[in-house]
């Protein structure tokens, strides 16, 4: 494999470069692009390039600089965005034939926002179709490689924006997460992923899966600039009612190196048996750095969160056939049939031909749990046991800053491993909770001698400070060893 001679530099160090004149936008957008097209040969990390736009608004950008315009916070910074977020007059799939000619005529809140702090969206990542899917081999444009080993997935289902950032196509990359679709990606090719409280960033112009479950997420592989880009996105949002007003997230938070005093619970159901013996290694070194940080650490019981799964897996598919129902080939989606066989079969067909196995398999499992007679036993049920897992959280969140899992069970799968659904809805035990309950989670990189692992922490809601500040402990505490570029990419 040919090594990449590329420089690759942190979202704060191409921003200070830009805003101080060192470097223009157009160069670190044309080196950026130019890695992209060559990590695209070997991972299949995007599904639309966009070049000629990206270096357009470079160059917007130098003139206005030039011009002595103050230099915006992401003056100049190539960032990735995940194909279920809507970017105006570009094309936005979300890994689907059904969408596959879709150009949106408006900009999600967040890319618009992070285009308005003088970020630059060099191109859209690839994903598990609709985001369904937690290895990214469920997409109609092809598989994800994991840039660690290129024969295994790198997670799913914003596998391609965690690829960009692993193999160091862009500092930042965002994501969308309703069980874990950041964060267990992050874990599976060694870069930090975080998903904010439920509402501190617009789901305005996301396709959406599940809506009480989505929020967008970022992979970076700094805290620093993790909080960068949340502080350019966070606020409310008059397109979106569910958006919040959330405290500020300063760039400082994610440079502390001291937890004295930091109450860390250790989830005891979901940090022993049924995790791979890499991942226990790999949670024993992070407990063990956070308490030479000054941190204390001990277990926490949380009974009903092994049920987290299951709740999710009926919660999730319930709501994806519901948001999914538009896309029927009459309004929205491609048509397949002729007018003349009627609305019925062209609907039935056209959902048959244009959506994969993963997103039919969802939308008949939510059809079911929704259906009369299986309501109450299904989905109300579900329902029930969501509250009580978040009612287990907040009592321990009475006890502890910060809740503290693997972010998955195992590394990275082989592509093709995973056939069963089932093993792969169970591989999102750790990452559910944080959208069943609406909290704050974040998954750092562990300290592992083979392929990266994760830990994941979780935050009460709005206090993702929290989050910023142990990552960005650990971080400092590592120094160079964190979060580092997949090695044939260095």
């Known amino acids: 494999m040919a090594r990449y001679a590329a420089r690759v530099t942190l979202a704060c160090d191409i921003a200070e470069a830009v805003g101080s004149g060192r470097e223009r936008a157009e160069t670190v957008v044309r080196r950026a692009l130019s890695r992209a097209d060559r990590v695209q040969r070997e991972t299949n990390a995007f599904i639309t390039l966009c070049g000629e736009a990206a270096l357009a608004r470079a160059r917007a950008l130098d003139a206005r600089l030039a011009a002595g315009e103050a230099p915006p916070p992401l003056a100049g910074v190539p960032v990735a965005v995940k194909d279920n977020l809507c970017t105006r007059g570009v094309r936005t799939t979300a890994g689907s034939r059904s969408l596959e000619h879709f150009v949106p005529p408006f900009d999600a809140t967040v890319v618009a926002r992070l285009e308005a702090a003088g ?23 092809g598989p994800v490689r994991n840039p660690w080993d290129l ?17 160091g196509v862009v500092p930042l990359a965002l994501g969308t997460d309703t069980g874990g679709s950041v964060r267990q990606p992050a874990s599976f ?44 996105m966070a606020g409310p949002d008059p397109l979106d009612a569910t958006s919040l007003e959330a405290p500020p997230l300063s760039a400082d ?43 204390e650490v001990s ?28 896309f029927d080939g009459m309004v929205y989606s491609r048509r397949v049939g002729e007018s003349r066989l009627g609305q019925g079969e062209v609907m039935r067909r056209s959902r048959g031909a244009l959506f994969g196995p993963e997103v039919r398999r969802r939308i008949l499992v939510g059809t079911y749990a929704l259906s009369a007679g299986y309501y109450e036993a299904f989905y109300g049920k579900a329902l029930k046991v969501r509250r009580l897992i978040a009612d287990e959280v907040r009592r321990a969140f009475g006890r502890f800053d910060l809740l503290l899992t693997p972010t998955a069970p195992s590394p990275a799968y082989r592509l093709g491993e995973v056939a069963d659904p089932l093993r792969m809805y ?9 959208n069943l309950v609406g909290c704050g989670a974040v998954s750092v990189p562990a300290p592992t001698p083979g392929l990266p692992c994760g830990v994941q922490f979780l935050a009460p809601p709005l206090e993702d400070a929290r989050l910023l500040r142990v990552a960005g402990a650990l971080e400092a505490a590592a120094a160079g060893a964190f979060a580092p570029l997949a090695p044939a990419y260095r």
């Open 253 to 295: 938070l994610g440079t502390g190196t001291e937890l004295s005093g930091l109450r860390v619970g250790l989830i005891k159901e979901l940090s022993g048996a049924g995790n791979s013996p890499e991942v226990r290694e790999a949670l024993g070194r992070t407990t063990a750095a956070l308490r030479d940080l000054g941190a």
């Open 426 to 434: 169970l591989g999102d035990v750790d990452t559910v909770l944080a």
């Open 119 to 141: 970020a630059v969206v060099i191109g859209k990542t690839n994903l598990d179709e609709f985001g369904m899917g937690s290895t990214n081999e469920h997409s109609a444009f």
């Open 151 to 167: 024969e295994r997935v790198p997670g799913g289902s914003s596998g391609g924006s965690a690829v960009a950032v692993a193999a």
């Open 189 to 232: 090719t060694g870069v930090l992923g975080f998903k904010p409280t439920y509402g501190v960033l617009s789901r305005s112009g996301v396709i959406a899966f599940a809506s009480s479950l989505d929020q967008v997420g970022v992979f970076g592989r700094s805290a620093r600039d993790l909080a960068l880009a949340l502080t350019a």
């Open 299 to 326: 277990e926490v019981s949380l009974p009903h969160a092994p049920y987290g799964t299951a709740a999710y897996y009926i919660v999730a598919p319930a709501e994806a056939s519901s948001n999914l129902a538009r």
